[in-house]
């Protein structure tokens, strides 16, 4: 029986992650996780990296591409002809991203003296200062610290189960072999709609079926409306406030019944079928009742701040606990939690965390919305300003969208960044760092940014909080 002085559970994001930091502050660690691919073998990474947000935008910039090349390239004086479409090449380069960095964190692990252990492992219960971890085939380690990564899973609806050939999760969508004709999505989040993105440049024609009787409720309604207008305008067929009926199979289609938001019955026939409707907390055979550990009624590990449970020693981080299930937030509340195992002080605020949409045009948030900023009655200015007015979107050809702002009507201080438009991940991170450091709209207006760059759209929206744009 190994012993350790940290054993984390999931090789996620969240998981890796704390690992190397436990790691590098001079502990033993060992990371266990039972992931396997395609070919059966033992592959770090969890969801992210093997079926989640690395294959994901390979295939979302394969795709854009093609879209580029056979309709956008024209306005440049550039013209194509007998464009072929090979898809068998475009998932083989997607495999190769995904093996890349997976075997990535191996070479990461060897030189970080992180043990990489392969099984399921549950907990079994504290030995005098030690925790017990069983793991597959009877195996067992024992270690002083346990973070608990094993993230989530898809969320099945009983209405439409999976078969793994037409109905489909999103790790099935990420590894079609040819382009559907006709894709049927139930969910328009983040994954349906990015997914839905990638199969609709390629050629299918793409019908999202949303329960919700808003379009991305989670984002600031200006730029749900505005994404929604683009989305309908590329030609995603979006239905809001759906009632999902039953799902049937009839000889090579599948037919999803439905009422639509005025409760009129319909049926729809597509050639692939994914379901996109969240995820769920991956808690199953973690041994938590056996051990004593707190869940919610959402079935995620009951944390503090710290990702501390309420188990001595026992600590838990990302999709697993509350906040968003994004990779990043667990990556920086694994290093948290290292850095507070370490004596030090760990810190992550979930008010900072950003969401990214990778659709195009691209989606980013950081901070309150207006509707939020409304209901908690907190005074605020806006200001906005287009990318259709700077001259490096125009020169990319890349002008939908805009940057919001808002700021506290009484200290200036930013609140919330939101913006839909060219590289929005990217810029997101600038309003990241400016309210990380309690920066005002007026820090951002006095910041000399360079020209031309789209980062002169965020510059300008600050200059419009106080109504002083130059552009516009």
């Known amino acids: 029986m190994a012993d350790f002085d940290v054993v984390v559970i999931g090789a996620g994001p969240g998981g890796y992650v704390a690992a190397i930091r436990c790691a590098q502050l001079g502990m033993n ?28 935008k390979a295939l979302l910039e394969s795709s854009e591409n093609y879209e580029r090349v056979t309709h956008d ?27 890349d960095f997976t075997l990535g964190i191996n070479q990461l692990f060897k030189k970080n003296k992180v043990t990489a252990l392969h099984g399921r492992a549950s907990l079994l219960g504290r030995d005098g200062e030690t925790w017990r971890i069983a793991i597959a085939k009877g195996e067992e380690v024992r270690a002083q610290h ?65 329960a919700a009787p808003a379009f991305l409720a989670v984002a600031d ?68 009742e056996q051990a004593g550990l707190l869940l919610d009624a959402a079935g995620r590990i009951e944390v503090d701040e710290y990702c501390r449970s309420n188990l001595v ?16 937030k667990a990556s920086e509340e694994g290093v948290m939690v290292a850095e507070l195992i370490a004596g030090q002080a760990g810190h992550c605020d979930l008010n900072l965390v950003p969401s990214v949409m990778y659709t195009a045009p691209e989606i980013a948030w950081v901070g309150k919305t207006e509707q939020q900023l409304k209901k908690e009655n907190v005074a605020y200015k806006a200001g906005q300003f287009p990318f259709i007015a700077n001259g490096r979107a125009r020169a990319l050809g890349e002008t939908a969208g805009f940057v ?30 400016a309210m990380a450091f309690s920066a005002s709209s007026e820090d951002l207006a006095r910041t000399v940014h360079a020209h031309p760059s789209l980062s002169e759209v965020m510059h300008e929206a600050a200059l419009a909080v106080d109504k002083r744009t130059i552009h516009i």
């Open 404 to 433: 919001k702002i808002l700021a506290d009507a009484a200290t200036d201080r930013i609140l919330g960044v939101h913006i839909v438009g060219a590289m929005a991940s990217e810029l997101i991170q600038q309003a990241v760092l």
């Open 73 to 99: 390239f024209t306005a440049h004086g550039i013209t194509a002809t007998d464009v072929q479409l090979d898809i068998a090449k475009m998932q083989a380069r997607k495999d190769k991203i995904v093996s």
């Open 146 to 210: 346990v973070i608990i990564a094993t993230g989530s899973t898809p969320r099945v609806l009983p209405q439409a189960p999976l078969d793994g050939e037409r109905i489909v999760d999103n790790a099935g969508a990420l590894s079609f072999d040819k382009v559907p004709k006709r894709l049927a999505i139930i969910g328009a989040g983040v994954i349906g709609l990015e997914l839905g993105s990638v199969w609709r440049r390629l050629g299918a024609e793409v019908t999202l079926l949303e």
């Open 29 to 56: 660690v060992a990371c266990v996780d039972e992931w396997k691919n395609v070919q059966g073998k033992a592959s770090l990474g969890g969801t992210c990296l093997n079926v989640g947000c690395i294959p994901s």
């Open 313 to 328: 020693n026992v600590y838990a981080v990302g999709d697993v606990v509350r906040g968003p299930m994004l990779a990043h």
């Open 221 to 288: 309604e200006q730029v749900a409306k505005e994404t929604l207008r683009i989305f309908t305008k590329q030609g995603l067929k979006i239905h809001l406030g759906v009632q999902l009926d039953g799902v049937t199979q009839t000889g090579k289609e599948v037919r999803i019944a439905w009422h639509d938001a005025q409760g009129a019955a319909q049926i729809l026939a597509a050639d692939k079928l994914i379901v996109a409707v969240g995820r769920v907390p991956n808690t199953q055979g973690l041994g938590a």
